[in-house]
């Protein structure tokens, strides 16, 4: 290969793969983005759970169905 051919790769690479890489990064950050806030969903869910638990264990046993 003659070296121009190797500079106009070395120059136009970056402006194709900038493209991909930053729909890449968008694609995960919104994924991790989703699994934390699902994450602290659950979490808020099993503490709504646990404080109706000790306030009221009767009922807690009945829509858990742990005795």
Known sequence: ???????????IAPLILFPVVFIWYVNIAGFYTML???????AAAK????????????????????H
């Open 1 to 11: 290969m003659e070296w121009q051919i190797i500079v106009a790769l070395v120059v």
């Open 36 to 42: 934390r806030e699902r994450r602290k969903e659950k």
């Open 47 to 66: 503490e709504r759970i646990g404080a109706v638990a000790h306030q009221h264990p009767a009922e807690a046993t009945a829509v858990t169905g742990k």
